[in-house]
């Protein structure tokens, strides 16, 4: 058993994570300022600490416990977010990454998770681990991609094992519908409701969906795993879906008739193409992303409606 802290922990996929940690016996503290995450989802038997990363007081009650390994989550989610409170991205996704570091080096911690994104690689065809040539384009890009170099940092200088993940589209139950949510849940409330589904584009840009309990088991896999210091892997489906597809595909499951519109192309979404190229984390993890799209489209579907997100 190990004692673990999760932060961002009352979101879907810390919630979802928590539950997997408590259900093979660790014990585990959730540190999340509920701004995105929900008390609902918090996994019974999880201490919850109610702050932020950039707290150094919420920090230090987060960290009483002497986790063994922090799983950091916690993050300003996402890219229009950040492109209309940048100082608020700088904020969390910057600063919240060297206290949580930082925290952990004087907890003697032995190991620190760091959620990167996929969004650091720009738009790209196939997006591999070894890429060098980044292209972020929006401050949240470009502050995970700052997470990173400061985890590589922590690893280098003061000898903190860390371990980076870039996480494709994640999606399934725990994620509510919001203005700054993923689009299959934003869709989803749309076609529960019987409204058409706006696609911005012209709907054959392409992401690579991953259902939350394949990223899950990707996560714990880099945790447990016998990983170098720094190092950084894919967590993704490698499946690439259009936006149209998806649409459909959404509107099927729910019944919907109201078809899609299209809209214009949101001004900094350059990226046309996504898919997570994941041998890397297949071959020295063991990671295999199990769950179909369509499986994972109908079960986040009815959890939408178990907790009535259509109203």
Known sequence: ????????????????????LIARGDSVTILDDLS??????????????????????SLEDAFVEKPERVFHLAALF??????????????????????VLEHARRAAVTKVLYTSSSCVYGNKAVMRETDIDFKPDTPYAITKLLGEQYCRFWSDFHKLDTVMVRLFNTYGPGEHP??????????????????PLPITGSGEETRDFNFVSDTVAGLVLAMDGATTPADVFNLA?????????LAEAINEISGNRAGLTFQPRRGWDHVLTRRGETSKAERQLGYRPAVSLWEGLARTHAWLESVGASA
Do not use: W
């Open 1 to 20: 058993m190990s004692r673990c802290l999760v932060t961002g922990g009352a979101g879907a996929i810390g919630s979802n994570l928590t539950a997997a």
């Open 36 to 57: 995105s995450g929900h008390r609902s989802l918090v996994p019974v038997g999880a201490r919850l600490v109610v702050g932020s990363v950039t707290d150094d007081a």
């Open 78 to 99: 996402a890219n229009q977010n950040s492109v209309e409170h940048p100082d608020r991205d700088l904020n969390v996704n910057g600063l919240g990454v060297v206290k």
């Open 178 to 195: 919001g203005r700054y949510r993923n689009v299959i849940p934003n869709f989803m409330k749309l076609a529960m409701g019987g409204e």
């Open 237 to 245: 489906s490698g499946r690439e879906t259009t936006i149209k597809a």
